[in-house]
């Protein structure tokens, strides 16, 4: 958007400047009005905008054509010249740093055993998106433990799932967000989240009514192919910060793992949007890295969205027919064999009106969402050799860049008649626009050598 705003008020500027020298040379009544238009389409030509224009877009081709064998995709073309300025990079942690693989490390029950404690958890998390949800139900559902059903659900970004079961409501999730609704919770639950957080680790709290019943610690590692990018980013001179919903202590843990001093923590997209906009308050030119769908609001925020498939979302493998099954889930998803039985409302219409108008919250989000540029499988690896060809092709840019100013600053007074006052004469439109053809296939040529 800026590299067109710039554009547009450079053809403003030409066309003005064109318009003054004609108008000048007419009221002085030294030309006629059709020698005062020629001055003018001279003027124009030579101070048009069209060969730092053709520049940029040779350049973005030149990437373009190099990245031709990668899988990367560009659905902005000036997003490739734009990169070159780029000097802060954002990235999310999960998914985008980490392998995908997302388990269960530790069972921390308080009044009720683990299987209890997994059991509460993966009832209410059963229709939650998030991954973390899916490794809790999965295993509950794996280790054949009895889940009840939930008459209602919440999910709320970044802070975790709110259910009815058996008219008491159960939540999973952040410790914030539980203190945040009166839930209590023992100093010793509290100290060994602390432990799990500092060790790489993610607590999520259990609560059942007003009371903490236990935490549930799950583990997604950081990829080691993503520690090598994150190092040669670094190397090239780049700003590295880290956006991420984790707690304070995990993502402090990960920003020591990679090497990463910026890192904020706790945030949803919207937070993540302001991050970027802070930065960019600053004079930062910011290309944000993350799932395209949720991570839309930061990648929106940002110079460059550069999209990165997650890990985090991996073709589904087909079920073996012995595999363990949820009879609740498979009746959510195929409905009840038996519809005409009648049976008690699981909540009140209040208590549904209220989850109903929660669940709006999160539909703000085009599915079509398309980033400047997609990286390939590799993810950051590949955002890597993106750069050293962007980087590349930087000279070539700078080449151009040069060769266009020294014609305007060569051509623009030409065609203006200032050379009149040397003896000199008004350089014909014609002469300017052959020489401007000349130009722009010089353009060319330097930008597709090799």
């Given at each position: 958007?800026?590299?067109?705003?710039?554009?547009?008020f450079?053809?403003?500027?030409s066309?003005?400047?064109?318009?003054?020298?004609?108008?000048?040379?007419?009221?002085?009544g030294?030309?006629?009005?059709?020698?005062?238009?020629?001055?003018?389409?001279?003027?124009?030509?030579?101070?048009?905008?069209?060969?730092f224009?053709?520049?940029r877009?040779?350049?973005?081709?030149?990437?373009?054509?190099?990245?031709?064998?990668?899988?990367?995709i560009?659905?902005?073309?000036?997003?490739?010249?734009?990169?070159?300025?780029?000097?802060?990079?954002?990235?999310?942690?999960n998914?985008?740093?980490?392998?995908?693989?997302?388990?269960?490390?530790?069972?921390?029950?308080?009044?009720?055993?683990?299987?209890?404690?997994?059991?509460?958890?993966?009832?209410?998390?059963?229709?939650?998106?998030?991954?973390?949800?899916h490794?809790?139900?999965?295993?509950?559902?794996?280790?054949?433990?009895?889940?009840q059903?939930?008459?209602?659900?919440?999910?709320?970004?970044?802070?975790?799932?709110?259910?009815?079961?058996?008219?008491?409501?159960?939540?999973?999730?952040?410790?914030?967000?539980?203190?945040?609704?009166?839930?209590?919770?023992s100093?010793?639950?509290?100290?060994?989240?602390?432990?799990?957080?500092?060790?790489?680790?993610?607590?999520?709290?259990?609560?059942?009514?007003?009371?903490?019943?236990?935490?549930?610690?799950?583990?997604?590692?950081v990829?080691?192919?993503?520690?090598?990018?994150?190092?040669?980013?670094?190397?090239?001179g780049l700003?590295?910060?880290?956006?991420?919903?984790?707690?304070?202590?995990?993502?402090?843990?990960?920003?020591?793992?990679?090497?990463?001093?910026?890192v904020?923590?706790?945030l949803?997209?919207?937070?993540?949007?302001r991050?970027?906009?802070?930065?960019?308050?600053?004079?930062?030119?910011?290309?944000?890295?993350?799932?395209?769908?949720?991570?839309?609001?930061?990648l929106?925020?940002?110079?460059?969205s550069?999209?990165?498939?997650?890990?985090?979302?991996?073709?589904?493998?087909?079920?073996?027919?012995?595999?363990?099954?949820?009879?609740?889930?498979?009746?959510?998803?195929?409905?009840?064999?038996?519809?005409?039985?009648?049976?008690e409302?699981?909540?009140?219409?209040?208590?549904?009106a209220?989850?109903?108008?929660?669940?709006?919250?999160?539909q703000?989000?085009?599915?079509?969402?398309?980033?400047?540029?997609t990286?390939?499988?590799?993810?950051?690896?590949?955002?890597?050799?993106?750069?050293?060809?962007?980087?590349?092709?930087?000279?070539?840019?700078?080449?151009?860049?040069?060769?266009?100013i020294?014609f305007?600053?060569?051509?623009?007074?030409?065609a203006?008649?200032?050379?009149t006052?040397?003896?000199?004469?008004?350089?014909?439109?014609?002469?300017?626009?052959?020489?401007?053809?000349v130009l722009?296939?010089?353009?060319?040529?330097?930008a597709?050598?090799?």
């Amino acid at each position: 958007m800026k590299k067109y705003t710039s554009s547009f008020f450079h053809f403003i500027a030409s066309v003005m400047l064109a318009a003054g020298v004609a108008g000048y040379w007419y009221i002085a009544g030294v030309i006629s009005i059709e020698t005062a238009s020629e001055v003018f389409l001279g003027v124009f030509l030579a101070a048009s905008p069209l060969p730092f224009i053709v520049s940029r877009w040779l350049i973005a081709m030149r990437i373009k054509r190099q990245l031709r064998s990668s899988g990367l995709i560009c659905s902005r073309i000036g997003a490739l010249t734009d990169l070159l300025h780029v000097d802060t990079i954002a990235f999310n942690r999960n998914g985008t740093l980490t392998e995908g693989n997302v388990f269960i490390s530790a069972l921390v029950p308080e009044g009720m055993t683990q299987g209890s404690l997994l059991a509460l958890a993966a009832s209410a998390e059963r229709e939650a998106s998030h991954p973390y949800a899916h490794a809790l139900y999965d295993t509950a559902v794996q280790r054949g433990l009895h889940l009840q059903r939930h008459s209602a659900a919440r999910e709320t970004e970044s802070f975790g799932v709110e259910a009815l079961i058996a008219r008491t409501p159960v939540r999973v999730g952040k410790k914030e967000w539980l203190q945040e609704e009166n839930i209590e919770i023992s100093a010793a639950l509290l100290t060994r989240a602390d432990q799990l957080a500092t060790s790489g680790q993610t607590p999520l709290f259990v609560s059942s009514s007003k009371y903490a019943r236990g935490i549930i610690a799950v583990r997604d590692d950081v990829r080691a192919e993503a520690k090598k990018a994150l190092l040669a980013l670094k190397e090239r001179g780049l700003s590295l910060i880290l956006l991420t919903g984790e707690t304070k202590r995990l993502a402090n843990a990960t920003g020591k793992e990679l090497r990463i001093s910026e890192v904020r923590s706790d945030l949803t997209g919207t937070d993540k949007a302001r991050e970027i906009r802070l930065l960019q308050s600053r004079g930062a030119i910011v290309a944000m890295i993350g799932a395209p769908i949720a991570d839309q609001a930061a990648l929106r925020a940002a110079d460059i969205s550069i999209g990165c498939p997650s890990s985090l979302e991996k073709q589904p493998a087909h079920e073996e027919e012995d595999a363990p099954r949820d009879p609740l889930h498979e009746e959510l998803l195929h409905g009840s064999a038996a519809p005409d039985e009648e049976r008690e409302p699981l909540m009140s219409p209040e208590d549904a009106a209220y989850f109903e108008e929660q669940t709006r919250r999160n539909q703000g989000r085009a599915a079509n969402y398309a980033p400047d540029i997609t990286l390939d499988e590799s993810g950051l690896p590949s955002l890597v050799t993106l750069w050293d060809t962007c980087n590349a092709a930087r000279i070539r840019a700078k080449q151009n860049r040069l060769l266009s100013i020294l014609f305007l600053l060569a051509f623009v007074p030409a065609a203006a008649g200032v050379l009149t006052s040397l003896g000199g004469a008004v350089l014909p439109y014609p002469f300017v626009g052959g020489a401007l053809v000349v130009l722009l296939l010089l353009l060319i040529v330097n930008a597709i050598r090799e």
